[in-house]
């Protein structure tokens, strides 16, 4: 017997369940005074704010060493909830909802050895979820924004603001849409 195979599903909105985590967004261990911020907003078709999205983001640590450290998901020992990080570990790794008005925001430290964090979301309308970069560069002899013209090559690299923060909007689709990977 052979049966065909079951069609896509829309992503959710189903986040607010077990993904996102207490701390989610606070990659960098507590008070390190090398910490960049990164924010932005989830942004639609038709340019509206997408409040129920969830944005994850990994990169190597400041040494280039892509190991990350365990952390993201502690459980507490007597009731089992998830507490989340313990402030002291970089993982490279954060998972972060979009709030009412479609921003997230991630802490983190200055990626190692490329000069992007990767970012995949999570949206409601979206069979499978997307991947991004978020550049703190406009890096001249990278290969994916060498290979791109002008306008696309901008929806990668967040714009610098306030020291050491970095704003980056994801735009679904439409105008300005935000360049997306595809992995085989």
Same mark, same amino acid.
């Given at each position: 017997?052979?049966?065909?195979?079951?069609?896509?599903?829309?992503?959710?909105?189903? *986040?607010?369940? #077990?993904?996102?985590?207490?701390? =989610?967004?606070?990659? #960098?261990?507590?008070?390190?005074? %090398?910490?960049?911020?990164?924010?932005?907003?989830?942004?639609?078709?038709? &340019?509206? +704010?997408?409040?129920?999205?969830?944005?994850?983001?990994?990169?190597?640590?400041?040494?280039?060493?892509?190991? &990350?450290?365990? &952390?993201?998901?502690?459980?507490?020992?007597?009731?089992?909830?998830?507490?989340?990080?313990?402030?002291? @570990?970089?993982? =490279?790794?954060?998972?972060?909802?979009?709030?009412? %008005? =479609?921003?997230?925001?991630?802490?983190?430290?200055?990626?190692?050895?490329?000069? *992007?964090?990767?970012? @995949?979301?999570?949206?409601?309308?979206?069979?499978?979820?997307? *991947?991004?970069? #978020? *550049?703190?560069?406009?890096? !001249?002899?990278?290969? /994916? /924004?060498?290979?791109?013209? +002008?306008?696309?090559?901008?929806?990668?690299?967040?714009? !610098?603001? @306030?020291?050491?923060?970095?704003?980056?909007?994801?735009?679904?689709?439409?105008?300005?849409?935000?360049?997306?990977?595809?992995?085989?």
């Amino acid at each position: 017997m052979s049966y065909a195979p079951t069609p896509s599903q829309t992503v959710g909105p189903f *986040y607010g369940y #077990a993904l996102p985590f207490p701390r =989610g967004g606070e990659v #960098a261990p507590t008070g390190h005074p %090398d910490t960049i911020t990164l924010h932005g907003y989830v942004y639609d078709g038709a &340019g509206n +704010p997408v409040p129920d999205a969830l944005v994850e983001t990994w990169q190597p640590a400041p040494d280039g060493s892509r190991t &990350g450290a365990p &952390g993201s998901l502690r459980h507490d020992p007597v009731t089992g909830e998830v507490i989340g990080r313990d402030g002291l @570990a970089f993982t =490279g790794f954060g998972r972060v909802p979009t709030d009412a %008005d =479609g921003h997230f925001t991630v802490r983190t430290l200055p990626p190692g050895g490329v000069s *992007y964090i990767a970012v @995949a979301v999570f949206a409601r309308g979206l069979l499978h979820h997307l *991947y991004t970069r #978020a *550049y703190l560069v406009d890096e !001249p002899g990278d290969t /994916l /924004l060498g290979s791109l013209d +002008p306008a696309r090559r901008t929806t990668l690299i967040a714009r !610098p603001e @306030a020291s050491h923060t970095y704003r980056f909007d994801i735009r679904l689709q439409g105008e300005g849409e935000t360049v997306f990977l595809e992995f085989q």
